[in-house]
């Protein structure tokens, strides 16, 4: 039987046991991981060892992208590593891609971001400066690059967990023979298309409670902010300075089992956005 092919990839020496874990955390799943430390990638007398990642990274489904404070070996472009190259070759082919971020690096980016031209700056938490440079370059782009930060394989696992069930949950809603109470033979919900808008989206996606609405903003790189209103729920996220706010009113969802409202009770205002620029003081 088929199976989903899952590429790990990270610098190896300093996060030789996270990659383990998440080895072990894939197979268990009945999913295959590819691991190059355990004979997984066969390589040819013909090429440099790291093409024959990049042309691994066709057959797999999945990659997994795990970024710690090691810039690790360079590629045949000297601006990126290996490592750094298999993300953005996996992101070229469009699959599936979940990063991940040692916490101590995620935090110190905040620093990095306000002090670009300062390279006097002594970063403690990355060995170079491209590894923050490479941060930069996710953030920008528009799509499949939801990045989560982590200090223990097994934070790194947790989340796997819910996005996997989250993408097998979204599948199966998209499927045919799924019933649904706003069949696709009709035009998208009206809340599908404005949160489209909002999220610049190049697809539209479907949710039809809250859970769906969460892990498909989740998916996005927005986190759900503890509760501030008894009328409405929000979610955010950081980027570039800026603090991108969605809120999504409690009434969107009805009835006993909190479902999607019909499309004719729809208007705009059940989400709302807002943009904030987070200045940082420099200290003096």
Not at 92 to 117: A, C, M, P, W
Not at 214 to 228: I, K, M, R, T
């Amino acid at each position: 039987m088929p199976r989903p092919r899952v590429f790990v990839s990270s610098t190896f020496y300093d996060l030789q046991q996270v990659r383990q874990d998440v080895g072990h955390f894939v197979d268990e799943h009945g999913y295959e991981a590819v691991l190059f430390e355990e004979g997984h990638i066969a390589y040819g007398a013909a090429d440099a060892p790291a093409s024959y990642c990049y042309e691994e990274i066709e057959s797999c489904d999945i990659l997994i992208s795990i970024i710690g404070g090691r810039f690790g070996s360079s590629s045949s472009e000297r601006r990126y590593s290996v490592s750094q190259a298999e993300l953005r070759r996996a992101h070229e082919l469009g699959k599936q891609i979940h990063i991940f971020v040692l916490q101590s690096v995620h935090t110190e980016y905040e620093t990095y971001k306000v002090n670009r031209d300062n390279f006097s700056i002594v970063l403690r938490h990355a060995d170079d400066r491209r590894v923050y440079e490479f941060l930069d370059e996710l953030h920008r782009l528009d799509r499949n690059n939801a990045i989560f930060p982590f200090e223990t394989a097994q934070d790194i696992t947790l989340c796997l967990r819910q996005q996997w069930a989250g993408l097998f949950y979204r599948f199966l809603r998209g499927a045919p023979k799924q019933p649904s109470p706003h069949p696709r033979t009709e035009e998208p919900h009206p809340a599908w298309t404005y949160l489209r808008g909002i999220l610049e989206l190049p697809w539209t996606a479907a949710f039809y409670t809250w859970a769906d609405l969460a892990q498909l903003l989740n998916s996005c790189g927005y986190h759900e902010d503890p509760v501030v209103s008894a009328d409405q729920r929000e979610w955010s996220r950081y980027r570039d300075g800026v603090q991108y706010l969605i809120r999504a009113s409690t009434t969107l969802f009805t009835g006993p089992n909190e479902t999607l409202i019909p499309r004719e009770r729809w208007v705009d205002t059940l989400f709302t956005m807002d943009q904030t620029v987070i200045e940082m003081q420099k200290k003096t």
